[in-house]
């Protein structure tokens, strides 16, 4: 008799069942074993990202399988809201998906729609060899895979900033993400996250979907940026990543033993 599986929470379980702001990390490396060692870190959630990251579907899959069995949610952000990409990252096992630059409630709608069955949706059906289903060892799953998966839309453009309530308000979006690197730069200030027209952009959409009722999060490597922002509602938070911790640390490393050279320590953010 072959084993019968259940599906694991999904983010939105995870937010649902929170008191607190959850607490994640990226993770950009593309190597299962730095994944497996942030999965056992602490911290509430994981992002493996693939939009500015070395993940392919191998590598997802891998990190995936790496972290699985640790009390963390992984969170998986394609490189675009494609149907197609979409498609391939649920069957292989993700359960929750950040879709990067949703400018519209059109944009929001198509992410909806890729990550969910007809007649709700597009999303092709494969669940027999697919991991999503654990190769139909999961009962009921093509009835109940909307349950499991969660749509969370990133919010990085002053188009979104001016959309942002017509996006909250599209059904099936169960989270939004604003991300203030690309926002900013949308915004004529590249590279200016700290910019008070930036910052009050993110306050802005908070707001607006704090309103809606929908769990709302941002990107905050700065302490004292993301201690704002949890004061300002946020109910989840990515505030570090597993490279830039590398980088910053090894830098640290190399300042206790050399000679002072160069510029001095770069910054994360």
Partial sequence: MPVQLTPEPSFKDTLAASARPLAGMWVCSGSPLVAEICAGAGLDWLLIDAEHSPNGLEGILAQLQAVHGYPVTAVVRPPANDTVL??????LGVQSLLIPMVHTADDAAAAV???????????GVGSALARSARWNRIPGYLANASETITVIVQIESREAVDNVAKI???DGIDAVFIGPSDLAASMGVLGQ?????????????????????????????????????L???????????????LAR?????????????GPGPATSY
């Avoid at 979409?86 to 069957?91: P, S, T």
């Fill in 86 to 91: 979409i498609k391939q990252y649920l069957d």
């Fill in 113 to 123: 729609s890729a990550a969910n069955y007809p007649p709700r949706g597009v999303r």
């Fill in 249 to 261: 640390g090894s830098e640290a490393l190399a300042a206790s033993y050399l000679p002072a050279a």
């Fill in 193 to 229: 996250q700290e910019h008070p027209d930036v910052v009050a952009a993110v306050e802005h959409c908070i707001k607006v979907a704090k309103a809606a009722g929908k769990p709302v999060g941002v990107n905050a490597f700065a302490e004292a940026t993301a201690r704002r922002y």
């Fill in 168 to 170: 909250v308000a599209v």
């Fill in 231 to 245: 004061a300002a509602g946020v109910d989840f938070i990515l505030v570090g990543a597993d490279v830039a911790l």
